[in-house]
Nanobody, 126 residues
Framework: QVQVVESGGGLVRPGGSLRLSCTVF????????IAWFRQAPGKDRDVVSC?????????YADSVKGRFTISRDNYKKNTVYLQMNSLKSEDMAVYYC??????????????????WGQGTQVTVSS
């Protein structure tokens, strides 16, 4: 059974930075994608960024391009980080990590994200 564990949320001032971590346990396939979603109160859960295990394909929502960076741990391949810089009030949300299988060479957004973490709160406030 796949288990997804997130950490790293917290309170930060506008313009500040946070790094979220996501570790996936129990995957039996080498072809998967890991994504970060976020959900603000009263809004839909939207994908923020994702990365593929096959060719390192990445995706960023337009709202975070140039500010957020997704990366895989060089040693712990099942761990992914989301470095969030220049945080804005509109980035405030519960951030969820999710993972799912993909076909080799497919874009990370093509995964069926069926395994989810419990979510971590990111609060941006002065």
């Amino acid at each position: 059974q796949v288990q997804v564990v997130e950490s790293g949320g917290g309170l930060v001032r506008p313009g500040g930075s946070l790094r979220l971590s996501c570790t996936v346990f129990g995957f039996t396939t080498p072809y998967y994608a890991i994504a970060w979603f976020r959900q603000a109160p009263g809004k839909d859960r939207d994908v923020v960024s994702c990365i593929s295990s096959t060719d390192g394909d990445t995706y960023y929502a337009d709202s975070v391009k140039g500010r957020f960076t997704i990366s895989r741990d060089n040693y712990k391949k099942n761990t992914v980080y989301l470095q969030m810089n220049s945080l804005k009030s509109e980035d405030m949300a519960v951030y969820y990590c999710a993972t799912g299988k993909i076909e080799y060479g497919s874009a990370c957004l093509g995964a069926h994200f069926g395994s989810w973490g419990q979510g971590t709160q990111v609060t941006v406030s002065s």
